[in-house]
């Protein structure tokens, strides 16, 4: 199945990197599931087959969300992330 590498880059509203956090990838349509986690940068990379994905960020030490949803495309994809404060 034809697929990308995508990179990327997770900090929180303040611009500040988010470490040893999930970056998950769900298409409901095909049932692919599949997960990165930042460095201590903030930085991930993951490979993954092409198509539309609900993207999410879990971190179970600071209470941040991210939720969305992205095409992925032939070719290298870098989707950086900028995760919101939660209740």
């Known amino acids: 199945q034809p697929g990308s590498i995508v990179n990327g ?10 470490s040893d956090t999930q970056v998950i990838f769900d298409n409901p349509d095909t049932g692919i599931y ?3 986690t930042t460095d201590i940068n903030g930085d991930y990379s993951i490979s993954i087959p092409l198509g539309r994905y609900n993207v999410q ?8 969300y991210y939720y969305s949803e992205h095409e992925i495309l032939p070719g290298m ?11």
């Open 9 to 18: 880059h997770v900090v929180d509203e303040n611009g500040t990197e988010i």
């Open 34 to 36: 599949v997960s990165a």
């Open 77 to 87: 994809t870098i989707l950086d992330i900028k995760t919101k404060t939660g209740t």
């Open 57 to 64: 960020v879990v971190s179970t030490f600071i209470n941040t």
